[in-house]
T-cell receptor
Framework: GENVEQHPSTLSVQEGDSAVIKCTYS??????FPWYKQELGKRPQLIID?????GEKKDQRIAVTLNKTAKHFSLHITETQPEDSAVYFC?????????????FGKGTHLIIQP | GAVVSQHPSWVICKSGTSVKIECRSL??????MFWYRQFPKQSLMLMAT?????????EQGVEKDKFLINHASLTLSTLTVTSAHPEDSSFYIC???????????FGNGTRLTVT
């Protein structure tokens, strides 16, 4: 099955700086890679996703890059703000179709220092 | 946007009792729903895939007789934790897609505490 590794487990950055979280996956058949943000005690919220036919996707301060050859993808947050503090999970799945659940990374606790 | 509702949001039960958790898709139909478990400060682990009108598919290591899943309609899946023990205490969360190849939407989760 799929195995997703995520680094770092904790990331502390100064407000206004950029944050980068990296993930690798093992199953070359995986082609859908979402990123979720989870605040304490709440549900994960999708913040951005990318499919394997695209190398990069951007939405305002958030971007995701994908390297299929190396089987890794990264989340980039620019101009970080205090409200960005949360746990971020990367995930991968085979097709994104109805039959596939997601395999999650272990999460990154992002701390934005004021 | 798509809404997945989960009930209850928290429950405390005594060891040996059973607890039922409901997951509803409020504004769409879901032939497939997914149940996850999350221990404190850990990741979400897929427990099982709930299929409308057929048996659920369980991940390796998840006891199907302990975690009973019923997906009787296109908008409702239930997870029953039978004969609960303290080690079953966790955050249980369901998810579903509106259509194939669309993002997963999560319920608000259920925090189960077994005393």
């Amino acid at each position: 099955g799929e195995n997703v590794e995520q680094h770092p487990s904790t990331l502390s950055v100064q407000e206004g700086d950029s944050a980068v979280i990296k993930c690798t996956y093992s199953d070359s058949a995986s082609n859908y890679f979402p990123w979720y943000k989870q605040e304490l005690g709440k549900r994960p919220q999708l913040i951005i996703d990318i499919r394997s036919n695209v190398g990069e996707k951007k939405d305002q301060r958030i971007a995701v890059t994908l390297n299929k050859t190396a089987k890794h993808f990264s989340l980039h947050i620019t101009e970080t703000q205090p409200e960005d503090s949360a746990v971020y999970f990367c995930a991968a799945s085979g097709s994104g179709g109805g039959a596939d659940g997601l395999t999650f990374g272990k999460g990154t606790h992002l701390i934005i220092q004021p | 946007g798509a809404v997945v509702s989960q009930h209850p949001s928290w429950v405390i039960c005594k060891s040996g009792t059973s607890v039922k958790i409901e997951c509803r898709s409020l504004d769409f139909q879901a032939t497939t729903m997914f149940w996850y478990r999350q221990f404190p400060k850990q990741s979400l682990m897929l427990m099982a895939t709930s299929n409308e009108g057929s048996k659920a598919t369980y991940e390796q290591g998840v006891e199907k007789d302990k975690f009973l899943i019923n997906h009787a309609s296109l908008t409702l899946s239930t997870l029953t934790v039978t004969s609960a023990h303290p080690e079953d205490s966790s955050f249980y969360i369901c998810s579903a897609r509106v259509v194939a190849d669309s993002p997963l939407h999560f319920g608000n989760g259920t925090r189960l505490t077994v005393t």
